[in-house]
């Protein structure tokens, strides 16, 4: 690892690596200053199975932080290095270091004063609005064609429904059989849920710059609770405003964990759902009627499309997500397909929260 760290161009000596368990993706390490008051990096193994265009996806991050960066130093922002991420180039000013064994690392700033949470209080999740429709708003006049798609079509449900279907056909890991009531529910609400896809052909709808992975843990709030900073933008890319939306709620807006095994602790949190609503749409003034309309839609989107994610990586035996039990992309898929259920049932309420 001191090759790999002796490669970027860090302003200070630092301390041991210390391995951090965050994302099912990609592999992350604290480097700590070695002397109070230093820098401390955060150095990352990108997963270029996934990402395969590391040098686009690089590119993008770039392009996006420098965007937001020029935004707030014009807004008269002090400590943009907690407000936005910054990427450490290597000696030779490139954005990623790739190793002889054909590795990806990358060094960020670590922001330190920032801690990342796995469940809101409405107050939190009210900020936590306030700020992804402000993201989207700084991102809004940003050029579609200066971003590529770090992943094509990442949120395309019905890209996703046919990996699905190939899963099923290969049946890799010889457990279709054993998965059919899960496959007739994403069966019975596909139609359904291709819904935005189709209103894309008309024309009905456009497509803005996402982050397309609004986890509640992509975002660090402050020791107030306040959001300092949204990080993760591997996925930056094109896309309808209700994933984001949508993501958000699915991780934030669940009484229970993404990988519950036990289905009773899982409910929609109203109270989040109601606080992050008032807030994103208070920023987020440049929702067509339309867009408005579908943002509880997103919600069941995003939760329909997760099941459907790990249903398929479970089918293929376990590929895509790093797993920590053998079982673990079964559990997530029948927690992601009990948080739609209740998300469907309070269908209604989501609806007259956002008309309201
Ligand atoms: C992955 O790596 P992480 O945890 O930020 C995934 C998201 C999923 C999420 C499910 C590139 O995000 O799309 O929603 O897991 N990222 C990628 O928890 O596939
Ligand atoms: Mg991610």
Known sequence: MQNIISQFRLSNPIGEPRPLKVGLIND??????????????????????????????????????????????????????????????????????????????????????????????????????????????????????????????????????WQLSEAVKEDKAGRVASSKDILDEINRRADDMCLGERLFREGKLKKRINHCDTKVNNMLFDDEGKPMCIVDLDTVMPGFVFSDFGDFMRTAANTGAEDDRDLNNIHVNMEVFAAYTEGYLSEAQFLTDIEKKLLPYGCRLLSYMQTVRFLTDWLNGDTYYKIQYPEHNLVRTRAQLQLLKEQERMQKDMQAIVEH
């Not at 992350?28 to 265009?53: C, D, K, M, V």
């Not at 949470?117 to 064609?145: C, I, M, P, Y």
């Open 28 to 161: 992350s390490f604290i480097l700590p200053a070695a002397e109070q008051g230093g820098e401390s990096y955060f150095l990352q193994r990108i997963n270029h199975h996934i990402f395969t265009n590391v040098e686009g996806l690089q590119r993008n991050i770039q392009i996006v932080t420098d965007h937001i960066r020029e935004k707030l130093i014009s807004q008269g922002v002090s400590d943009i290095d907690n407000r936005v991420l910054r990427l450490i180039p290597t000696n030779d000013g490139k954005l990623y270091y790739k190793t002889p064994q054909g590795d990806y690392w990358r060094v960020y700033h670590f922001i330190s004063a920032g801690h990342s949470v796995e469940r809101v209080t409405a107050e939190s999740a009210n900020l936590a609005g306030v700020a992804f429709g402000q993201f989207q708003n700084q991102l809004s006049d940003l050029k579609h064609s200066q971003l590529c798609e770090s992943i094509p079509n990442f949120h395309n449900i019905e890209f996703r429904l």
